[in-house]
């Protein structure tokens, strides 16, 4: 069996916590058994070994998600880089083809595609592998997940089946009349009257029966071909562009606990602590939580169903029934990350300053896990001063190598080579100067490094 | 006329935008006439010189407030350093004696003493030097500002004229039959159908009045040795120390308007807008505030009556009802200021780190106005690293001065003497590291600045 999960999202109803890097299925908010915290991606990869499903497991996701799914999850998996954001039928459709070509996966095995941000119980894995089963059992081409609704909600898609599950008296799976991409409030009122069930986003199915329906939209003779012709593909959703065409159809219906943390106020009723992190609240407040990724201290006092979020990128104070309210401004907010977690450790900006001859001046705290290292690279438009601060490592300028430590600083001028590699847990804090002060601003080479 | 500003406040209710070294009186929030942002302080001598009181000012402050004043008062003033926050009498007996003794004011001078932090309209400048003539006119030793209340407020004192003003058809001044220091709910609701008024804090006297009373306390031939002595003058109001025992006393009451904006809920009436700094309002929230003077931008939706309150120091998030709470929670909140004014320019502290070993790192930003230097100094438990961002300077380190401007880094280690002196506005970057790192690691030595 092959679980493909998708890993998409925006983040923006999360911001300022959520950004284009780290989408909320990465955020460490929820609280693991051990105690510790974890996040969406690493609760759903532990209820599926938990749960004793025997998958290999490809997770599909753009470029700048890499790092942040490298730093979370430990188990073997498969990376499968989407080269844009396209929809899910495109991350799909990649997804299938690496299994088939690159993978070499027989076509007779059944994959099972999901989100990997779905808050749920265990009982949802239990479908899931009855969702195999049904392909499995040739029962039918293409199997949905059907979620119990529990209001009239315009968000979700939705599936009636033939019958009513109640007027089955046992049963695998259902037969699927109808199939609604979304509905309004009022349709679906009438949906649920119907016993019509929400869409959860899980599809089973046998990898030649998908590779022929990919085939149909774009064919190529190897993976990379495929992925290179990427933007050939359609852009919409899987539901839009496969399923509500698709025949043979059955749905397994999903009784139990179903969230979609996706905003501030699904996200917060999760939560394990009112507080999290440096912040105090006084005794006159109510449902109020309080997220602070900052070292300045927060205090509140005298909220009413308010989620205050701060973090090197922003800091949110909102009511949580309008907590959506935030996509619609996400984008006069978003700038360019203040933290970030990289494969090599991670950095936070702590200062920005312009002056007045555009001059422009960027501070920086970065830490390099031990045997880490950055690339070999130069910066075209700015020049950087490095003070250690803290542990070991060697530090590279155009080809010399020098050990470096705590106290000691480098200059490191616009136009010249430049490496580190942390010995043990590396710490500096880094002044640019120049302009622009971009990522982007950097071109890579390569560089053998010998302990 | 000699006026006498006193400018107390340790500034806990206004967090985290007040501090000790930042009381309220200098948050430069409110709007000036020529719609620049002024502070408290800076409002009050305005208004002074505007209602053309000819008086020389002396302000009376703790040697914390000593930069705050000096950057934002640039007419002549005579600053008067209290050793230690020991109260009103005290503070108003160090700044009598400093007129007497060094200053020379003859005994028959009129003074007037009052806050620097009533926000009121020009009438009060009216009734002040109504209160000055009674006094020049000998017809009364003690002269107080009566305040029209508007409630039964348990947080000021009372003052019941011999007369009420709607009996007497003309008067300069009304004798004072009762003063209260301070009363309770229920008794202020009874002093006010008395008739009673308001202390306003406002005090007119000879000099050599007030001299002779000081004299009882504390006697001394010089006002060095006066303010040597300070601790030995008792540490209560000059309210309950002197007014309430004074004979030949005489009120003249003030009906304008009269505010105390010590606290979020009365401050935020008065701010020009409801967004200061980098911060967005959704379009539902209701009389609500947001102050940030972080670079991090901020979003509030959903709220109502809320104040958020930004800075380097911490971040407020609170019901305007229940903003006098802060008080209650500003120990467990206030260290070290992480922004702060001084007579050669300001810094910010960006960051600080400390590592399993205790070794500490803190990253500044640091600005030097034109001509203005920091003391030749030499730090006993950490080196600092500076990057110079952006103007041109003098940099001294153990006596060999050098000529620094942007891109430039130095190195001080521990126990080298340095000094830096800006010409044109000089920026830089200081990464402290060692431990502990605290401004008071430090030791002064005289040098001679040559241009």
Same mark, same amino acid.
């Given at each position: ?189 009438? =949906? /649920?009257?119907? #016993? ?5 986003? &899980?599809?089973?199915? *046998?990898?030649?029966? +998908? @590779? ?19 933007? =050939? /593909?359609?852009? #919409? ?5 496969? &399923?509500?065409?698709? *025949?043979?159809?059955? +749905? @397994? ?23 999290? #992190? ?174």
């Amino acid at each position: 069996m092959q679980l493909i999960l998708l890993s998409g999202g925006s983040g923006k109803r999360l911001w300022p916590l959520s950004n284009y890097a780290r989408s909320k299925q990465f955020l460490p908010l929820l609280q693991a058994p051990d105690g510790a915290k974890e996040s969406m991606l690493q609760r759903v990869i532990r209820q599926i070994k938990e749960s004793g499903i025997d998958a290999c497991i490809t997770i599909a996701a753009n470029n700048q998600q890499k790092d942040a799914i490298e730093n979370q999850v430990h188990d073997k998996i498969t990376f499968v880089q989407e080269p844009e954001r396209r929809g899910t039928f495109a991350a799909i459709a990649l997804s299938v083809m690496h299994l088939a070509l690159e993978d070499k996966i027989s076509p007779d095995e059944t994959v099972v595609v999901m989100p990997c941000d779905a808050y749920t119980g265990k009982e949802y894995y239990s479908v899931i592998k009855q969702m195999a089963d049904t392909v499995d059992n040739n029962a039918a081409d293409l199997v949905l997940m059907g979620i119990k609704p529990t209001y009239p909600s315009p968000k979700y898609g939705y599936i009636i089946p033939e019958f009513r599950s109640s007027e089955v008296k046992e049963f695998r799976s259902l037969g699927v009349k109808e199939f609604v991409e979304k509905a309004e409030i009022k349709d679906a009122e009438e =949906l /649920l009257k119907e #016993g019509a069930y929400w869409n959860g986003g &899980v599809f089973a199915f *046998k990898l030649g029966y +998908m @590779v022929n329906a990919v085939k149909h939209y774009l064919n190529a003779d190897s993976y990379t071909e495929f992925r290179n012709k990427y933007n =050939l /593909l359609p852009k #919409g959703s899987f539901d839009y562009e496969f &399923v509500r065409s698709a *025949k043979n159809v059955a +749905m @397994v219906p999903f009784n139990g606990e179903w969230k979609d943390l996706g905003t501030w106020n699904t996200l917060t009723e999760e939560l394990p602590d009112n507080v999290m #992190g440096n912040a105090i609240l006084g005794n006159k407040n109510t449902n109020t939580h309080v997220i602070n990724e900052l070292g300045t201290p927060i205090f509140c006092n005298g909220l009413s169903d308010v989620v205050v979020a701060a973090c090197p990128d922003g800091i949110l104070v909102c009511g949580k029934k309008v907590s959506e309210t935030i996509k619609d401004y996400a984008d006069k907010l978003i700038n360019r990350p203040m933290y970030e977690e990289r494969r090599w450790g991670s950095y936070q900006v702590l200062n920005t300053q312009e002056f007045d001859d555009g001059f422009k001046a960027l501070t920086k705290t970065i830490t390099l896990n031990p045997g880490k290292n950055i690339s070999y690279q130069v910066h075209h438009h700015r020049s950087e001063v490095w003070s250690f601060i803290d542990g070991e490592g060697l530090f590279v300028l155009d080809g010399k190598v020098t050990k470096v430590k705590r106290g000691d600083v480098v200059n490191i001028p616009a136009e010249h080579l430049h490496a580190v590699k942390a010995i043990t847990k590396l710490t500096f804090i880094e002044v640019q100067e120049g302009g622009p002060l971009i990522e982007e601003d950097i071109e890579r080479f390569p560089f053998e490094w010998i302990l």
